[in-house]
């Protein structure tokens, strides 16, 4: 593929509001997970919530998209000047040359299941306040996205679970191919909600504790949430020596089980084998590999086949699940940037809570925190339904 | 919204081309049961009638995920094997796109409804069926295809954007792709703010060259251009059907491949943008 340039990212999570946030965290070793108290749900899980959703300031005018997911996206887009940013990008090529990608699993969920809550007793309808369409429907998202960017070039919401905001970047890199748009904003949101809590606690896929990615005692994940964005645009003559460029994309489907991951891993393998493939790369360029990595006996499991299939024990590589949850919806594009900040830091995350490495993951996997010369990194989103990504990402100069 | 003419449209000229090869269609509404059977009721005004879905078993998958499998998946995997059938086509081996303005509407109502009980509870069969994806997963299921799978939301434009996105998908990997697109309805009491008026489902198989399965050939063109072409004469039911169901937005554009005549079908995308798509047939 032709390589993109992020010219500008923003970040928003449990971890705090803003890059840096996520950055020091991860080089101070300290988790956004928390026991969950989520809407006084009473589950026994931790959970990486955001805090101060409530009391972020929704443009008035924009009121019937008022919901947690919204929220979340809309405190996304004010850190680290992405607002300004996309300006720019706005002056540069124009608005409807600007394409917006944006993935979620949720949406506006929270929105619905609260309404749920407050059915009016005689007729069953919901709150007159509750908007459908602004708040569950998947596109609301981009809807609300593009009205505060002022964005009007292609639009759409990617919702292939777990794995929506990595596959933003290719559907991003193939309308920009196509001449449909210049530049692109891509990334999206997650946010915690009922259906998410009690339907991985029904899986058996909750941890009790703070997870533990790649630990011979992990049992399961911790949901997160948040919002990430990226200014995605080709090849210009910006000579940022920090700058850093999507050089690969591979996606592909496990064919094998809703929410299980195949067992060998095959769609993982081929996920990272297409986006070494896309970038013209072999597996001995990558410095680091970000993983998906969410604690789950099987996906930890076969991830590791994957990666040690393709790579070997000794690339680097580490999940960073332990600081963030899985952010389910929003894995993808946290993952991708915190492959950026490696590149741009020399930095290699280790895995936090991870106490022993599982003997039977093979793979090169990381505990402690490392500096190295990081100039490739391939960063893993796998989702339900078998739907995989993988993307390549490196120093521009 | 239906916008059929015969013209060559002035504006297309000097926009970058997408260009993509129609080899199968799949196709199952209302009183609509498989692409061939429906031709005839396309292109003659007065002959379709509004008669209840007859959605097949998806024998392709396993026992255990045939019992699971909702109506949106069942629609999903009618439509998108009888396109590679009529394109000859090996479904392990093409992308597919999938678009849906809602995903599994009915599984939505019961789950929350099941979560606002004083005692909130969730299957874990019907968790993994609600995520939007769920029938990307079941086609991948039944068709052991390895291969990309992406699924997109647009609201009421959910079927033009997917064809979009599918389209250059093709000329951009310059691989087959198969296009999916579903609705079905909301129960009671989201139906009221989201009105739905019936299941709906339709599959494109798209390739980036001329074959011997090639149907017609599409020119796809985005723009915010207000001109307009001239009306068809499509069923008044049926454009009725294409108005109150998301995915029948394709009917205009498979109304053009039952005709099999050149034409260009203007279809709304996102408030403001539209689709010019040229049919040529092959």
């Known amino acids: 593929?032709?390589?993109?340039?992020?010219?500008?990212?923003?970040?928003?999570?449990?971890?705090?509001?803003?890059?840096?946030?996520?950055?020091?965290?991860?080089?101070?070793?300290?988790?956004?997970?928390?026991?969950?108290?989520?809407?006084?749900?009473?589950?026994?899980?931790?959970?990486?919530?955001?805090?101060?959703?409530?009391?972020?300031?929704?443009?008035?005018?924009?009121?019937?998209?008022?919901?947690?997911?919204?929220?979340?996206?809309?405190?996304?887009?004010?850190?680290?000047?992405?607002?300004?940013?996309?300006?720019?990008?706005?002056?540069?090529?124009?608005?409807?040359?600007?394409?917006?990608?944006?993935?979620?699993?949720?949406?506006?969920?929270?929105?619905?299941?609260?309404?749920?809550?407050?059915?009016?007793?005689?007729?069953?309808?919901?709150?007159?306040?509750?908007?459908?369409?602004?708040?569950?429907?998947?596109?609301?998202?981009?809807?609300?996205?593009?009205?505060?960017?002022?964005?009007?070039?292609?639009?759409?919401?990617?919702?292939?679970?777990?794995?929506?905001?990595?596959?933003?970047?290719?559907?991003?890199?193939?309308?920009?191919?196509?001449?449909?748009?210049?530049?692109?904003?891509?990334?999206?949101?997650?946010?915690?909600?009922?259906?998410?809590?009690?339907?991985?606690?029904?899986?058996?896929?909750?941890?009790?504790?703070?997870?533990?990615?790649?630990?011979?005692?992990?049992?399961?994940?911790?949901?997160?949430?948040?919002?990430?964005?990226?200014?995605?645009?080709?090849?210009?003559?910006?000579?940022?020596?920090?700058?850093?460029?999507?050089?690969?994309?591979?996606?592909?489907?496990?064919?094998?089980?809703?929410?299980?991951?195949?067992?060998?891993?095959?769609?993982?393998?081929?996920?990272?084998?297409?986006?070494?493939?896309?970038?013209?790369l072999k597996a001995s360029d990558m410095d680091y590999l970000h993983l998906h990595g969410t604690a789950s006996k099987a996906n930890d499991a076969s991830e590791d086949k994957a990666v040690t299939a393709l790579f070997g024990s000794k690339t680097p590589c580490s999940s960073t699940k332990g600081w963030t949850g899985h952010g389910l919806g929003v894995s993808g594009i946290t993952n991708a940037i915190v492959a950026m900040l490696c590149i741009q830091h020399h930095f290699l995350p280790g895995s936090l809570q991870t106490r022993s490495v599982d003997p039977l993951l093979k793979s090169g996997y990381l505990i402690e925190n490392g500096t190295a010369c990081v100039d490739y990194v391939m960063s893993n989103s796998f989702g339900f339904g078998g739907s995989n990504c993988s993307l390549v990402f490196g120093r521009a100069t | 919204m239906v916008s059929v003419g015969v013209t060559v449209l002035w504006f297309l000229e000097g926009r970058p081309e997408l260009r993509v090869y129609v080899e199968g269609i799949g196709l199952m509404g209302p009183g609509l049961n498989g692409w061939k059977d429906s031709m005839a009721l396309l292109t003659h005004p007065g002959r379709w009638a509004m008669a209840p879905l007859c959605v097949p078993d998806p024998i392709q998958l396993p026992a255990v995920e045939r019992r699971r499998a909702g109506q949106t998946v069942r629609l999903s995997l009618a439509v998108g094997f009888e396109a590679h059938a009529n394109a000859h086509r090996d479904p392990s081996r093409t992308g597919t796109v999938f678009t849906s303005s809602g995903g599994d509407n009915p599984l939505l109502h019961m789950n929350c409804e099941a979560l606002a009980s004083p005692t909130p509870e969730l299957s874990p069969t019907r968790f993994h069926n609600s995520v939007h994806n769920a029938p990307a997963g079941y086609w991948g299921i039944a068709t052991q295809s390895h291969e990309s799978s992406t699924s997109l939301c647009a609201f009421d434009a959910s079927f033009a954007v997917g064809l979009l996105h599918a389209a250059v998908q093709v000329a951009i990997d310059r691989k087959a792709v198969a296009l999916i697109a579903y609705d079905v309805p909301y129960l009671a009491p989201i139906s009221q703010l989201r009105p739905i008026t019936s299941a709906f489902a339709t599959a494109l198989l798209l390739a980036p060259d001329k074959t011997a399965n090639s149907m017609a050939c599409l020119d796809i063109v985005r723009t915010d251009s207000r001109e307009s072409v001239s009306l068809s004469s499509m069923d008044p039911g049926l454009v009725e059907l294409s108005r109150g169901v998301p995915a029948a937005r394709a009917l205009p554009l498979l109304f053009a491949f039952a005709l099999a005549t050149a034409m260009t079908v203007d279809m709304e995308e996102l408030p403001g943008h539209r689709l010019l798509i040229q049919v040529f047939p092959c």
């Open chain 1, 1 to 280: 593929m032709q390589p993109l340039i992020l010219t500008h990212v923003s970040l928003v999570n449990s971890l705090g509001e803003g890059v840096d946030a996520t950055l020091t965290a991860l080089r101070e070793r300290r988790s956004g997970l928390l026991p969950c108290s989520f809407r006084l749900s009473e589950m026994e899980t931790w959970v990486g919530q955001v805090s101060g959703v409530e009391s972020v300031r929704f443009p008035p005018n924009l009121a019937d998209y008022d919901c947690r997911n919204n929220r979340l996206a809309l405190l996304g887009i004010e850190q680290d000047g992405f607002f300004s940013a996309v300006k720019s990008a706005i002056a540069r090529h124009g608005r409807n040359r600007i394409g917006l990608f944006l993935g979620t699993s949720t949406s506006g969920l929270d929105a619905t299941e609260l309404a749920y809550r407050h059915r009016d007793p005689e007729s069953g309808a919901l709150p007159l306040s509750y908007s459908y369409r602004k708040t569950q429907n998947t596109f609301s998202l981009a809807a609300f996205v593009k009205e505060v960017l002022d964005l009007d070039g292609p639009t759409a919401v990617v919702s292939s679970a777990c794995a929506s905001t990595a596959k933003v970047f290719a559907e991003a890199s193939r309308m920009i191919s196509a001449g449909l748009c210049d530049a692109a904003v891509v990334g999206g949101a997650d946010s915690l909600c009922m259906t998410t809590l009690y339907g991985f606690n029904s899986l058996g896929l909750l941890s009790r504790e703070p997870c533990r990615p790649f630990d011979a005692e992990r049992d399961g994940i911790s949901i997160g949430e948040g919002a990430g964005f990226a200014l995605l645009e080709k090849d210009t003559s910006i000579s940022d020596p920090k700058a850093v460029k999507l050089f690969g994309v591979g996606e592909s489907s496990d064919a094998y089980h809703m929410s299980t991951p195949h067992p060998e891993g095959m769609g993982a393998y081929l996920a990272m084998q297409r986006a070494l493939e896309s970038a013209g």
